[in-house]
């Protein structure tokens, strides 16, 4: 069985890439690694991804394509691995917020596998499976190590001339405090400049925004992430699967002492089929949140596989979301079945095992979707055992 196969090569493989990983959080915001601002020594630099994907790509002997999709705001590429062949179209990305780094070496990781290995769970994958990969989507954020990307509101003004005279976004950073100096070198959450319109213009009327409400793509990075998503759309007639990994603060599995391994979540926006998402009623016909909850069942499965240990410790990120300016909420309301990880906070004090142990717990979640997508398994499960997924205690 796939999920075995992975498990057991897991350990072996995670030295074989880059170097053991070190970082430290304290943050507690969702989908922010944190408010501490981590170090990045042993995290992957952009030129080790450059370096990286096309050793990738060398060594699968063109089973990996890489490809570069568009540049941040800095003028660093944004890569896109693909790997496989199949009909179904699972679209993965990585660091949207710079400082939340463990998803990138576990895509890295996948991709050298995904490449390489002709076993026969892996060969059913790419037969079954067009699976991309932007594991470094935010780049400049990267570099900066910090949330937000780097770029002015005078230079979105610069893009749009239309957005004169108009407020800046609300999702512009431009505080100072004992981490972060954003006043003298501002920027985006991306994460909040998604648009279910995927062919939204920015008007200044929607102007300043709010949580509640779609973003704009005013940053190349969210403009680079939607063209991949529409020419993949133009393709195939669907984007299946959509998945964005992120980080979060350290927390507990409800009504335990158990730490929060990771995170899992399949609703990002109101049902458009409810008075509750009424809103979004134009979408209706597309969102399908049954499979977005299936999708996350079969990556929590394939968790606790792995029994007493801290794979076992996942839970179900803060439910009743309303964030259509987010990736997930976005191309969940284009039809895309939608999965959130929420890797747990890291600390100096956890060491190169815990590190190891968090990407590893990313790689056997995507792996479970993966494998329950390709196998059809997916169709068969129990939406409504997303509900017994535990709670987190925050």
């Keep these: 069985m796939l999920i075995k196969s992975v498990f057991f090569s897991l350990t072996l493989l995670g030295a074989s890439v880059f170097a053991p990983m070190q970082a430290e959080a304290n943050g507690n915001s969702p989908g922010n690694f944190g408010d501490g601002k981590p170090p990045v020594s042993g995290f992957i630099s952009h030129d080790e991804l450059s370096n990286e994907l096309q050793k990738i790509e060398r ?5 990996v394509d890489v490809d570069v999709v568009g540049h941040s705001n800095q003028g660093r590429e944004i890569y896109k691995a693909t790997v ?20 990138t070496k576990a895509l890295l990781q996948m991709l050298q596998q995904l490449g390489s290995n002709n076993a026969s769970d ?155 998402g009424e809103k979004y009623s134009e979408y209706a016909d597309n969102y399908n949140e049954e499979f977005s909850k299936k999708l996350n069942v079969a990556a929590y499965n394939a968790l606790q596989q792995k029994g007493n240990s801290p794979f076992g410790n996942i839970s179900l990120y803060p439910q009743n979301l309303d964030l259509p300016g987010t990736a997930l909420g976005s191309f969940a309301l284009n039809g895309s079945g939608a999965v959130l990880f929420e890797v747990t906070g890291q600390t100096q004090t956890y060491g190169h ?42």
């Design 122 to 276: 892996m060969r059913e994958l790419r037969e079954e499976l067009t699976i991309v990969a932007i594991p470094m989507m935010n780049p400049d954020s990267s570099e900066l190590n910090r949330r937000g990307n780097d770029m002015t509101w005078n230079e979105v003004v610069e893009d749009f001339p239309q957005l004169e005279g108009a407020p800046s976004s609300w999702n512009y950073y431009t505080y100072t405090n004992e981490f972060w100096d954003y006043a003298s070198n501002p920027g985006f959450d991306v994460n909040r400049d998604f648009n279910p319109d995927l062919d939204y213009t920015p008007q200044p009327e929607d102007f300043p925004g709010a949580s509640a409400e779609p973003g704009w793509y005013i940053t190349p990075e969210a403009q680079t992430v939607r063209d991949v998503y529409k020419e993949l759309d133009e393709q195939f007639g669907q984007v299946d699967v959509f998945v964005d990994l992120h980080h979060q603060g350290e927390y507990l599995i409800d009504g335990t002492d158990d730490e929060v391994t990771l995170s899992l979540s399949g609703v990002f926006v109101p049902d458009p089929n409810s008075d509750e």
């Design 353 to 394: 095992q815990r590190m190891g142990q968090l990407v590893n717990a990313v790689e056997l979640g995507l792996y479970g979707i993966l494998d329950s997508v390709a196998s059809g398994n997916v169709y068969e499960i129990d939406a409504d055992d997303y509900d017994d997924i535990p709670l987190t205690d925050r």
């Design 59 to 63: 060594s699968s002997q063109g089973t």
């Design 84 to 103: 496989g062949s199949g009909d179904k179209v699972v679209l993965v990305q990585s660091e949207i917020h710079g400082n939340e780094k463990t998803g």
